[in-house]
């Protein structure tokens, strides 16, 4: 088959559950061949098999690992049109007094060092196939301001949203776009225990009724993977009912 005539094909990390598992789904909806990549191999081959994308078990933090993910992309479907860097973890956790050494390093390397990863391969072979591509990380509100308790999260969830930047300028030329989102509150295994805690809480600081669920980040990264985001790079895009853009409650 003619590589123009070909479906586009993507790589998703942290594919096998929510926000990662919801884009899979809607971009195999939309036609794109995928690559759902996950530490995770029961969780992730059955959401792949569910959904009809191909599994990888990756590491993210691991070059040899995304480079082989990027490279089973390229064999099974002749070509590399998106990468999204969206695996995650809540990772160190605690008063800033106590957080090990450790405990910081490995959350850097599962949040930032990954995208760095999924940047330099995915690009790599966007560039060689000269068709451009567009690339889409997950970052966080929490980029956009401070927090105790998760300041390690934050600060490599800002490390991203700077990478997005930086690389969007790099990789323009080639036609790859860079771009990433920032969700808030998103019902998730990794954020959500109890729905009528969470929006009891929310109902106080975020302005948007409903809790936010993983369709509503999916859907914007879809649109920022999509020719209709032609002209849309090294941008953040927050979705998070209004969180962010809230201001104080007077009564
Ligand atoms: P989730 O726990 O439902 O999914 C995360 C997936 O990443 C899991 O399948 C897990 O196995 C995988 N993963 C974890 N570490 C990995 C590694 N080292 N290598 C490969 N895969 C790995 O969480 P989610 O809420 O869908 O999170 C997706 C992204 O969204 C994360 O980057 C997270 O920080 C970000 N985020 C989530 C929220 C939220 O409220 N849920 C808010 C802001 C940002």
């Excluded at 191999?41 to 590491?59: K, M, N, R, S």
């Excluded at 007094?97 to 390397?109: H, L």
Aim: hydrophobic share 50%.
């Amino acid at each position: 088959m003619d590589e123009q005539e070909r479906p586009r094909a993507a790589l998703v990390t942290g594919g096998a559950s929510g926000i990662g598992r919801s884009t899979v789904a809607l971009l195999r909806q939309r036609g794109w061949q995928v690559v759902l990549a996950d530490l995770n191999a029961a969780t992730g081959a059955a959401a792949a098999d569910e959904l009809g994308a191909t599994f990888v078990q990756v590491d993210v933090a691991d070059e040899g690992a995304v480079a082989r993910a990027v490279g089973v992309c390229t064999q099974t479907f002749g070509r590399v049109d998106a990468v999204v860097n969206n695996a995650g973890v809540g990772g160190a956790f605690g008063a800033i007094t106590e957080i090990e050494v450790a405990d910081w390093d490995e959350t850097f390397a599962v949040l930032v060092r990954s995208v760095f990863l999924g940047i330099k391969h995915g690009a790599r072979a966007m560039k060689e196939a000269g068709r451009g591509g567009a690339i889409v990380n997950t970052a966080s509100v929490a980029a956009l301001s401070g927090g105790a308790g998760p300041q390690a999260y934050s600060a490599a969830k800002a490390a991203v949203v700077n990478l997005t930047r930086s690389a969007a300028e790099e990789l323009a030329a080639d036609r790859i776009r860079v771009n990433a989102v920032n969700p808030g509150l998103i019902v998730t295994p990794l954020a959500v225990d109890d729905e009528e805690r969470t929006a009891a809480v929310l109902s106080g600081i975020q302005p948007w009724p409903d809790l936010g669920r993983p369709d509503d980040v999916a859907e914007v990264i879809a649109f920022l993977v999509s020719d209709a985001a032609r002209f849309v790079t090294g941008e953040d895009v927050t979705v998070d009912g209004g969180l962010r853009a809230a201001g104080p409650r007077m009564q």
